[in-house]
Nanobody, 127 residues
Framework: QIQLMESGGGTVQAGGSLRLSCAHP????????MAWIRQAPGKEQEGVAA???????HYADSVKGRFTISQDRAKNILYLQMDSLKPEDTATYYC?????????????????????WGQGTQVTVSS
């Protein structure tokens, strides 16, 4: 079982920034692969950003150039730096993890594929 705990959500004006954090136990015996997923009211889950098996990062087209996924391996924290926020970024953001790498094609198409999820943190961007 991999427990994930997000933090850092809030309300911000358009053009502002937020940084989300996700604390996780780390992979003691094996690597864990992580991503950020979001879901806006009335919409399907959307893959926002993810690490691939080789450390490559992937982003949804809607956030490229504005969001950055990163991780602090020493502290076992996954981050999502969100800049130039837009009202359409308003959603609940989830940290997700799995013991197997999930192809970005799956994450971007389904917004899922991961076995472990945090409770979510709300991001609201006002215009």
């Amino acid at each position: 079982q991999i427990q994930l705990m997000e933090s850092g959500g809030g309300t911000v004006q358009a053009g502002g920034s937020l940084r989300l954090s996700c604390a996780h136990p780390g992979g003691a015996d094996h690597e864990i692969y992580m991503a950020w997923i979001r879901q806006a009211p009335g919409k399907e889950q959307e893959g926002v950003a993810a690490f691939d098996w080789d450390g490559t990062t992937h982003y949804a087209d809607s956030v490229k150039g504005r969001f950055t996924i990163s991780q602090d391996r020493a502290k076992n924290i996954l981050y999502l730096q969100m800049d130039s926020l837009k009202p359409e970024d308003t959603a609940t953001y989830y940290c997700a993890a799995d013991q197997d790498p999930i192809p970005w094609a799956v994450v971007s198409a389904t917004g899922g594929g991961y076995n472990y999820w945090g409770q979510g943190t709300q991001v609201t961007v006002s215009s």
